[in-house]
């Protein structure tokens, strides 16, 4: 069985906090287009709560990350342009080792965003 897991982290830079009770959801990438594993909310700590994937669900493949950022502002107060500069993120990946720990963070303001391949 692979040991391997993938995490996401999101850093709001606007506020210099964790981006807590942000939704995300994760999907993964076929021959038949685009498939969802998961919707969750980032925690406190701006983390999920376990692993998005982990054991038997943690396969090699392309995966899409959609963070639900424009709402996130939206709902602690940010006034912010219609339509919305940033609303929804999508960061696509690739998982290459079902053995290895991918960890995708989000570091995201109203105006812009980073990731990495973090630890």
Known sequence: MPNGKLTTHILDTAHGRPGA????????????????????????DGRCDAPLLQGDTFVPGIYELDFQAGDYFQ?????LAEPKFLDVITLRFGIADANAHYHVPLLVSPYSYSTY???
């Open 75 to 79: 709902k602690l107060g940010l006034s």
């Open 117 to 119: 391949r973090g630890s």
């Open 21 to 44: 009770g942000m939704v995300l959801e994760l999907s993964v990438i076929e021959n038949r287009g685009r498939r969802s594993l998961g919707r969750y909310t980032s925690n406190s």
